[in-house]
């Protein structure tokens, strides 16, 4: 009888098998056994191993089964700009995985980092970062650090892209690699960032700081292509009827579109080739998405509803997130998110440390109680 | 001691295909050409297909990887793309070799799929692969979902698109953003290991605590209090002492309707809706049955190109509940910080 037959049973079927996986690699496979056998991890905690030089790059993990294997490191690699890759590099990659790792890979994590597991110590952990850093690629997001700064893959390959994020992602890589590398916050900071307001990179929900590409003029309608489109038999009123704020109206074989009722949701463009973004576009910025942490689960929210897109140098970018990331440094507590941060400091607060002009944009409804804080220069004098 | 690393990231121009280097931004449309196959097209007229792939949960061997990239070497000139949902894609494939390609990566145990009006990659962390805090294994559930929905993979016949994420603890960032979210659900206290607490400073995680739950004990240990831990994980998180309870009292709970577009209703989290299902690999037969129950509901009843939370949203909680067989219980009342905003304060029923 085989010794693994939890593994065994799940490396049948269609769908790819990671157990499977791990069977073709050195991972230590009776961790995994043990772990569905008696239902209870076999790994113990985590942390940073400590490399000199190295930053936050290794994340640490010890085992409870010293009989099996005494510990596990891994080390995260900053995945690539839209995640392309050629095969020439990967391969390199997958040759040092195996050198120094125990030869399986986590592609990718859901920070889009590439995780080169099982490595044993720190000649291993250094020789790894050594020979990544010759061809180009660098280690980190790990600690409380600015973590990996993952992007969609934008105008690469995306028609609805409305800034260039693969760009944006190496621009913002290289502008913070030390606060990537090097841990210095409160807890970790997940930055996420989406072309657009289909938000593939779910930069609002996930991003401890999200910026988005974003659009303020109307939707542009090529009427003699939409024309064309509904010919050859797209759907017009289909479409129209699905706007969630019924801002289409197509009469006379012409699409209106309503500037008091339009939201920039995306729907249409997405849905008719003859309707494209407007040119008005630049990046918002949202803060405190996150799921743990003391307050729970939380969307993040509007910071910057719109700052302009500007290379090479990303002046207006650059200012509102260190911004945000100097005022979580300064009053965020230990292992306290942005989310939860904001939360406990009020919104209000922490817009007011942003310096931003509050509008419309920042909220969804204003607010259905009077308990302001007012201050003694507001108060003419009185106090 | 030298510093290393602090080289970025390569250009995005160093990864990139000839033909889709040269349409950077003039990309015009796209449509899907079967489940898994997607052609882009330019301004300029040049087109780029795309295969997509179901990827293992979690984790891959170099082994495999390596195989992909011979593939991408015969099909796709030697590119490839991870895409934000864990996919593997070969991009700008010759369209006569589309078909040989397909037979090739389905040969390897990689499905074609997952585009469109189909189930998505599944995602999933590593759990009891290679961490300390899981309540439950996302990996061997993702593995046996995707068995269990591969058709709905290779196919386009949902509603609309479906992604499910798994997260074996309250850690996991995706899964409430996906259209069915199953996370993991520690339920007994957490353990304190006496004579180890003392290695760290006490302060940290009595001050991490969201519900004051710890608390000193003695000069160097800590208690939890019973009445107040949410069973949240910040604690086993952060201190190396304190152990997460008895696994056999563990399992996971199941959401709906998370959403990132900003299309219909906007973006919003999921909502959990069964609190509790209990661990049973390898089989997990019971969230298996939990996932095609509310897929099964949402699929007879949604209207073409309704998202699940637009389908919720339509019909309301008391008949999503209803459709989808489930048990309301006061689980799914939230008593938490945020609680009395999901209270009901319309009259508004969906008898
Ligand atoms: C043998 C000596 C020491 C060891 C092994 C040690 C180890 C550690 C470790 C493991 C952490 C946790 C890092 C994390 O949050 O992940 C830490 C944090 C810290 N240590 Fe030490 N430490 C040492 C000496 C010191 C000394 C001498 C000081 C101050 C004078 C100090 C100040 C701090 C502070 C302020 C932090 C919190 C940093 C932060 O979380 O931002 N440590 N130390
Ligand atoms: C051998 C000596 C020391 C060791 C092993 C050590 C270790 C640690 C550890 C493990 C933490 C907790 C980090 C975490 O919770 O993640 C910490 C935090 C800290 N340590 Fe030390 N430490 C040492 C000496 C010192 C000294 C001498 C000072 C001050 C003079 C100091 C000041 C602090 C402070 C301020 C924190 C942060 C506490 C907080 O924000 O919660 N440490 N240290
Ligand atoms: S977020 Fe927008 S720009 Fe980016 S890939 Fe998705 S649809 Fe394209
Ligand atoms: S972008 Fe959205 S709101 Fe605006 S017209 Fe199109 S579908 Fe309607
Ligand atoms: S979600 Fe939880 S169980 Fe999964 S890897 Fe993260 S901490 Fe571990
Ligand atoms: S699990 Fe969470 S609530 Fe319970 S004691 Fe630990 S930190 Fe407190």
Not at chain 1, 160 to 165: P, S
Not at chain 1, 231 to 240: A, E, F
Not at chain 1, 265 to 272: F, G, H, S, T
Not at chain 1, 281 to 309: E, H, Q, R, S, W
Request: glycine share 10%; net charge positive; hydrophobic share 35%.
């Amino acid at each position: 009888m085989s010794d693994t037959p939890y593994m065994d049973a799940l490396s049948k079927g269609p769908w790819p098998s990671h157990t499977k996986e791990l069977k073709r690699t050195r991972y230590p496979i009776m961790m995994y056994e043990e772990a569905m056998k008696q239902r209870l991890t076999q790994w113990g905690h985590g942390g940073m191993s400590s490399v000199p030089g190295l930053g936050s790059g290794a994340i640490a993990r010890k085992s409870r089964r010293p009989d099996i294997i005494s510990h596990s490191h891994l080390i995260r690699v900053l995945g690539n700009p839209g995640n392309f890759y050629k095969t020439s590099t990967f391969r390199k990659i997958c040759e040092i995985a195996d050198k120094y790792g125990d030869g399986s890979l986590h592609m990718l994590t859901t920070n889009y980092n590439i995780e080169i597991c099982g490595i044993m110590n720190d000649d291993a952990m250094k020789g790894v970062t050594q020979e990544l850093n010759a061809m180009g690629y660098d280690v980190g997001s790990a600690g409380d650090a600015i973590r990996n700064i993952p992007d969609c893959m934008g105008p690469a390959l995306c028609e609805y892209a409305m800034v260039d994020m693969p760009r944006v992602k190496h621009f913002m890589t290289k502008h913070y690699i030390d606060d990537i590398q090097y841990p210095r916050f409160p807890f970790k900071i997940k930055t996420k960032m989406s072309g657009c307001p289909n938000e593939c990179g779910k930069a609002l929900l996930h991003g401890d700081i999200g910026i988005i590409g974003v659009f303020r003029d109307l939707p542009k309608v090529d009427q003699k292509r939409l024309n064309q489109w509904v010919k050859k038999g797209g759907n017009i009123k289909w479409v129209c009827d699905h706007c969630p704020t019924d801002a289409m109206k197509w009469e006379k074989n012409k699409l209106k579109i309503d500037g008091n009722r339009c939201i920039r949701c995306m729907y249409c463009i997405n849905r008719v080739p003859a309707i494209k973004s407007g040119d008005d576009k630049g990046f918002a910025i949202t803060a405190g998405g996150k799921m743990k942490g003391k307050f729970g689960p939380m969307k993040g929210k509007v910071i910057f509803p719109f700052i302009k897109a500007t290379p090479p140098d990303y002046k207006e970018l650059v200012q509102a997130y260190d911004k945000i990331c100097e005022i979580y440094d300064e009053h965020g507590r230990k292992k306290e998110r942005i989310g939860d941060m904001m939360q406990r400091l009020g919104f209000d607060k922490f817009l007011e440390w942003c310096g931003v002009e509050v509008s419309t944009m920042h909220f969804s409804s204003p607010r259905r109680n009077t308990f302001y804080h007012w201050e003694a220069e507001e108060l003419g004098g009185v106090k | 001691m030298s510093k290393v690393g602090g080289v970025g990231v390569p250009r995005v121009e160093e990864n990139l295909p000839p033909v889709v280097l040269k349409n950077y931004g003039k990309w015009d449309t796209h449509e899907i050409v079967k489940p898994g196959v997607i052609k882009r097209v330019s301004k300029t007229g040049d087109v780029c297909h795309t295969v997509r792939t179901a990827m293992p949960p979690s984790r891959i061997s170099v082994a495999s990887m390596l195989e992909l990239c011979d593939l991408a070497d015969k099909y796709s000139g030697g590119y490839f793309r991870i895409t934000l949902r864990h996919s593997f894609e070969f991009i700008v494939v010759v369209p006569k070799q589309i078909n040989a390609l397909i037979k090739e990566v389905e040969a390897l145990g990689f499905p074609v799929g997952g585009t469109r009006n189909s189930m998505h990659n599944i995602m999933a962390c590593p759990s009891w692969i290679h961490c300390n805090l899981p309540a439950t294994d996302s990996p061997s559930i993702a593995k046996v979902l995707g068995d269990a929905l591969i058709k709905e993979f290779k196919n386009h016949k949902l509603p609309s698109w479906l992604k499910i994420n798994i997260g074996g603890c309250a850690n996991i960032e995706e899964a409430l953003m996906a259209d069915i979210g199953i996370i993991g659900v520690h339920r007994d206290l957490p353990i304190v290991l006496e004579d180890q607490i003392g290695i760290c400073e006490r302060p940290t995680v009595i001050a991490i605590c969201p519900t004051a739950a710890i608390k000193p004990k003695g000069e160097f240990s800590v208690s939890i209090s019973a009445e107040r831990c949410i069973h949240c994980g910040a604690c086993t998180m952060h201190c190396e002492a304190i152990l997460t309870g008895d696994p056999k009292l563990d399992g996971y709970a199941i959401s709906v309707g998370g959403k990132a577009s900003n299309t219909g209703s906007g973006p919003d989290l999921g909502r959990i809706v069964i609190p509790y299902l209990p661990n049973n690999p390898p089989k997990w037969q019971e969230a298996v049955k939990a996932v095609v129950q509310i897929m099964d509901a949402w699929r007879k009843d949604a209207e073409p190109d309704e998202r699940m939370r637009e389908w919720i949203n339509r019909i309301g909680w008391d008949r999503f509940f209803r459709k989808a067989g489930i048990k309301v219980s006061l689980k799914d009342i939230d008593g938490y910080i945020y609680g009395n905003e999901f209270a009901r304060s319309d009259l508004r029923f969906g008898w």
